[in-house]
């Protein structure tokens, strides 16, 4: 074992396991048809109806196939001709092999699979009819294939088999929150579907016996490793996503989405438990198992507890459905002699040529050789699948490591460019900060100055307040001194003339008092007669002149102490004029010293004035500085803004132009009614768009009504543009020819018209009229190429439906009085189980067409009522008109229900004569079913729900469907007793005769399958061409344009 251990170090592959190629092959032509060939009788082995597992070197080379020849052409190919829809099994094995494909096939395989898309929706459908064996779990396979292409088509980003690191993840959602929701939301649906086939696998299982080690069950188990895989990947990203939302958006809002994976976290945990307890799965798969809780999402450090699940798949080892490979390759010779030395090193030399002749060897007999040849094969393919477990191992664990070194390496980058941005920003932040620190200290400097210029001005408004109370009160002092002073003046003048009356008195009594005198004289001296008399008179005299005299000295003590009275007073007015001559001292100094603290606040003001407007004017130049700056910024935004707008609407069209081009676009049809409403919205578009340039041109600040013109013109043209091609498809050759050209050359205008927009040097001339040109040109085409026979005056609509609803119940009526005389007939000619059939058949018809009768009625009350409250001051035709696409409807409606009717008495006819099928009065009764259901929804679309009329309607359909159902069981019925009545006997038949028999009704079988599938593939063209007919008639792509 060591020599051979030694052997195998140094011979890589002594024995390669290749398929034999032809030596010196016949060119590319012989290339490919061996390889298809190879190619089919893989798909062939690994799909087929044998209830076991797809055998993994069968899978594995159609995805080497699909990477040979970078698609899945040959694979569809060889499965389009497999009866996929005939053998639930064989479905069940092509929907694993494909999923294997989407995983690890080619990446053109998803695109090559588009197309059939249709094809497998409707065999889900057609399967989920089944409810037993493989026919559910086919229907939701193929549900999970379908949501897998739609979701990689709408996300590429994401490969097959969904591996992708942390920077990826964020790129495929662009960064934008809205993304990230609804790549989510993609998420949580695509996992809803892996684990409805997860739990119905299971289900389907008999999970009391050991299910995972019998060939069908492993049938049913293989798919969910694919599955396994999926749903890693998924709940892995789906955590990430969450955790990212949480950071951007309120928990309130994101509660369903929490909800939602709660609910799936349930069950992915419940089903990873299950599966890893299966025998099949721990020989192929090591599955993770979840946490014991799920994530919470509303504490952000919860993501760095977060493991996410990885799935092992363990190196290959020799399984049981591995199959010998007995063609092995012709070497070249240096290969054959290499391996002959190697055989000789381990065997001993050979004697003869053939390396292979043991004969001579030992003297061990052949059979001795062969099983030690055979001994040490086995020998050696242990070491080489040990050898390759090893390094499949190591190179799993190299790429893991490599793919965590990345994811790595891409965090420590983002984490350095978002240091580098935060540095970059802290930087910006500190010099605007600086900035305004300088700013502060400015204004409170001149706070500070502008502070204590207003202490310093209400300083001297409060020294200025109490020099003006000082002045107020010595000038009310000098009032008081002035009004005494007056009173003294009062008093002396007074004084001053008691005095004078004084002397006056004195000069009069001295005058009298000589009088006296010079009479006593000259008496004394004339008369000595009458001396004593004299005498007398004289001593009265003398009293007289003594009180006299005592009243003169109290006048004269009197005028003394007036003289000292007067003294004191101007005394005492010298003393008041000194004080008053005092008081105008002060009075003048304190009026100086005013003027001059009134000058010095003057000048303090007029500077703290100078002052303050220098810091207005300083503060102004900087507000228009800061303003002339955030114009600047904003003129550059907005510049920005519009060549970032303009570019996406060049990407828009150009997008669309490429997309024409696309062949996928091909099979893309559209009706020439949309073509025009896309058209004229486009043109309209175009116009306003020009009117915003020109204002745009008159004031460069007029960006903000360019913007969303630009926007919606680049959508509405790229719409267009797609709408025209699609036309072009369903057209003549010419006219879409024509019409190729034109969308083309519109694309190619439209696109130089934005690139003139885009040059700051060509925004002046930049022209759209060639664009609205080409727009009308388009238009005036898909003119030429709307249907013409399909138009009705809008004046006639009001009197078809009117005819047409006359017409079909008198179709009604005419039928039912068919029916009747069909009945006399079979009753008057027919007897027994024919007489019987015959009458129930009618019967049921005959109740058919009075339950019509009563809808049509009914229908025509609730038209009435509905053109009634509906049409107000206009005329019925005018309603109609106006309502062109719902009359038109209930036209389409009542001619369906008229022929249907018409068409099922022609059917009842040739069955009561034996001329006709069964079959064909059941599809009749049906047709009309769904004849009368159009009619109903045409006259309820427009009817008031709480109408009378409308219940009746209602009733009345119902009473249609009962009598439908009666119909068929009727026939159903009538069928099942005739078929009694002509039942074969085998009584009398010989073995051979039966054998005869049994292989001709094989036969019959075969053919009846055949001609069934032609059928039903003729139904449903039939059923796609009277869905266009009837979308072009009635208008639906039209209003889906709307």
């Known amino acids: 074992m060591d020599r051979v251990s030694s052997t195998m170090k140094q011979v890589s592959n002594p024995l390669p396991k290749v398929l034999s190629r032809r030596a010196g092959g016949g060119g590319p032509e012989a290339e490919r048809e061996s390889f298809e060939r190879a190619q089919t009788v893989s798909i062939n082995k690994a799909i087929n109806a044998q209830e076991v597992a797809v055998k993994e070197k069968h899978a594995r080379t159609c995805i080497l196939g699909t990477h040979h020849e970078k698609g899945a052409q040959t694979f569809w190919s060889v499965v389009n001709r497999l009866p996929l829809s005939g053998n639930a099994v064989l479905c069940w094995k092509f929907c694993h092999v494909f999923h294997k494909l989407l995983q690890d096939g080619h990446s053109n395989v998803l695109k090559d699979s588009m197309r059939y898309k249709n094809e497998l929706s409707d065999m889900s459908r057609m399967w989920g009819h089944l409810s037993e064996g493989y026919g559910q779990l086919c229907s939701i396979y193929l549900k999970l294939l379908r949501t897998k292409m739609e979701f990689h088509t709408k996300n590429p980003r994401f490969p097959g088999n969904l591996q992708m690191s942390d920077r990826q993840l964020d790129e495929a959602g662009e960064n934008d929150v809205n993304n990230f929701f609804q790549l989510t939301v993609e998420m949580f649906d695509y996992l809803e579907c892996e684990l409805n086939l997860f739990q119905t696998v299971f289900s389907s299982l008999d999970m009391s016996r050991s299910v995972s080690v019998t060939a069908a069950g492993q049938c049913r188990l293989a798919p969910l490793i694919q599955v396994i895989l999926d749903c890693s990947h998924l709940y892995d990203y789906t955590v990430k996503l969450l955790f990212k939302l949480h950071s951007c958006l309120p928990a309130d809002t ?96 050979s004697v003869s040529c053939d390396p292979f002749n043991f004969n001579s060897q030992n003297g061990m007999s052949k059979d001795d050789k062969d099983r030690l040849i055979e001994q040490l094969y086995r020998e050696i393919t242990g070491l080489k699948e040990e050898l390759e477990n090893f390094k499949a191992e190591s190179t799993r664990g190299a790429v893991q490591l490599r793919g965590r070194a990345s994811e790595l390496e891409a965090e420590l980058a983002e984490q350095q460019h978002l240091k580098q941005q935060a540095q970059d920003e802290s930087e910006f932040l500190r010099t605007e900060l600086e900035e305004l620190k300088k700013q502060r200290e400015d204004t409170e400097k001149a706070q500070r100055s502008l502070t204590e210029v207003e202490r310093r001005a209400q300083a001297n408004e409060q020294r200025y307040s109490k020099l003006k109370e000082k002045y107020s009160e010595l000038v009310q002092n000098h009032a008081d001194l002035l009004r005494k002073n007056a009173e003294v003046t009062k008093q002396i003048t007074v004084a001053r003339q008691a005095q004078g009356d004084a002397e006056q008195e004195k000069k009069e009594l001295e005058d009298s008092f000589q009088r006296v005198s010079e009479q006593a004289q000259r008496k004394s001296q004339e008369q000595a007669e009458v001396l004593e008399t004299l005498k007398r008179e004289l001593a009265a005299s003398r009293q007289e002149l003594q009180v006299l005299q005592g009243t003169l000295e109290s006048s004269t003590q009197a005028g003394a102490e007036q003289n000292n009275r007067i003294a004191s007073l101007e005394q005492e007015r010298d003393r008041l004029s000194q004080a008053a001559e005092q008081h105008r001292d002060e009075m003048a100094a304190l009026q100086a010293e005013l003027q001059q603290l009134q000058e010095t606040l003057s000048h303090k003001q007029e500077s703290s004035r100078i002052e303050l407007e220098m810091l207005q004017t300083q503060l102004r130049d900087k507000q228009e500085n800061a303003e002339q700056v955030l114009q600047q910024r904003l003129a550059e935004e907005q510049l920005s803004l519009l060549q970032g707008t303009i570019h996406e609407a060049k990407r828009m069209v150009q997008d669309a132009l490429a997309h024409m081009e696309d062949p996928a676009h091909v099979s893309c049809t559209g009706s020439a009614d949309c073509l025009l409403a896309q058209t004229l919205a486009a043109s309209e578009c175009s116009e306003r768009l020009q009117d915003a340039h020109s204002k745009y041109l008159a004031d460069g600040a007029a960006v903000g009504s360019l913007l969303p013109c630009l926007a919606l013109f680049a959508h509405l043209v790229s719409n267009t543009l797609l709408q025209g091609s699609a036309t072009s498809h369903v057209a003549p050759v010419e006219p879409a020819d024509r019409l190729l050209e034109l969308c083309k050359q519109c694309g190619s205008e439209a696109v130089s018209y934005l690139s003139a927009l885009q040059d700051p040097g060509t925004v002046a001339s930049a022209d759209c009229s060639l664009v609205t040109a080409c727009l009308g040109q388009i238009s005036a085409i898909g003119e030429e190429l709307r249907p013409r026979g399909l138009d009705v005056q809008q004046e006639e609509l009001g009197d078809l439906v009117d005819k047409e609803m006359a017409a079909t119940a008198a179709a009604i009526e005419t039928a039912s009085a068919r029916i009747e005389e069909m009945l006399s007939k079979a009753r008057a000619g027919d007897t027994g189980v024919k ?166 009704s094989q036969v019959r079988v075969l053919e009846l399958e055949n001609q069934l599938q032609k059928e039903r593939q003729k139904l449903g063209e039939l059923r796609k061409k009277h869905y266009e007919l009837a979308g072009v008639a009635e208008g639906w792509e039209e209003d889906a344009a709307d």
């Open 254 to 349: 994101l509660q369903g989405h929490r909800d939602r994976f709660l609910e799936q976290f349930q069950k992915l945990k419940d089903l990873f438990y299950r599966s890893s307890n299966l025998q099949y799965f721990k020989q192929l798969i090591q599955i993770p198992q979840l946490p014991e809780n799920p994530p919470n999402f509303l504490r952000a450090s919860a993501l760095s507890e977060h493991i996410s699940p990885v799935v092992v798949i363990p190196a290959e080892a020799s399984s049981p459905d591995s199959e010998p490979i007995t063609d092995l390759v012709e070497m070249d010779a240096a290969s054959q002699s290499l391996f002959d030395n190697k055989f000789d090193d381990i065997f001993g030399s």
């Open 835 to 1000: 007489l019987e059939v015959n009458e129930r058949i009618l019967g049921s018809c005959t109740g058919l067409m009075q339950a019509i009768h009563v809808l049509v009625l009914a229908s025509k009350d609730l038209q009435r009522e509905i053109v009634e409250s509906g049409r107000g001051a206009a005329s019925p035709k005018e309603f109609y008109a106006k309502n062109s696409r719902w009359t038109e409807g209930l036209i389409s409606a009542s001619k369906a229900v008229g022929w249907g009717a018409t068409v099922m008495v022609d059917a009842a006819d040739l069955v009561v004569q034996g001329k006709g099928t069964f079959e064909e009065l059941m599809v009749c009764s049906r047709e009309i079913a769904a004849s009368t259901a159009q009619l109903v929804a045409a006259s309820k679309v427009k009817a008031d729900k709480d109408s009378a009329n409308l219940c009746k309607l209602q009733q009345a359909s119902r009473g249609v469907n009962q009598a439908t159902a009666s119909v068929v069981a009727s026939t159903k019925a009538g069928k099942s007793q005739v078929e009694e009545k002509d039942s074969m006997d085998f009584s009398s038949m010989t073995l051979t005769q039966i054998k005869r028999q049994e292989m001709d």
